[in-house]
Nanobody, 129 residues
Framework: QVQPVETGGGLVQDGGSLRLSCAAS????????MGWFRQAPGKEREFVAS????????YYAESAKGRFIISRDNAKNTVYLQMNSLKPEDAAVYYC??????????????????????WGQGTQVTVSS
């Protein structure tokens, strides 16, 4: 089972930026959609952003639009989440997810937790006010 590995979490001030990275060992990385979810203490896990295998399509939660950017480098088997203008309410454990179904077009994005088969261990993001 492929498990993605997240890095890049940490402590940042209100209004600051962080970039999360996620590496996944998949031979056909460019044919697999990936995404990010997050979970804050006492709250349900929620969708943040997702990207198609070829990187041509992406989708964001309303809370992430205009502040977060998801991207991928298929040559490095890595997905990124650039988070700008961070707010205290963005503090959470961020999980990288991989959809293991092979998408021969690499063009589809998915937003539901059940769309993804493999979840990383998570990386903590803390935003101080």
């Amino acid at each position: 089972q492929v498990q993605p590995v997240e890095t890049g979490g940490g402590l940042v001030q209100d209004g600051g930026s962080l970039r999360l990275s996620c590496a996944a060992s998949l031979r056909t990385f460019m044919n697999h959609a990936m995404g990010w979810f997050r979970q804050a203490p006492g709250k349900e896990r929620e969708f943040v952003a997702s990207i198609s295998g070829n990187g041509g399509s992406s989708y964001y939660a309303e809370s992430a639009k205009g502040r977060f950017i998801i991207s991928r480098d298929n040559a490095k088997n890595t997905v990124y989440l650039q988070m700008n203008s961070l707010k205290p309410e963005d503090a959470a454990v961020y999980y990288c997810v991989v959809r293991l179904d092979y998408d021969d077009t690499g063009s589809y994005v998915f937003t539901g937790p059940s769309d993804y088969d493999s979840w990383g261990q998570g990386t903590q993001v803390t935003v101080s006010s």
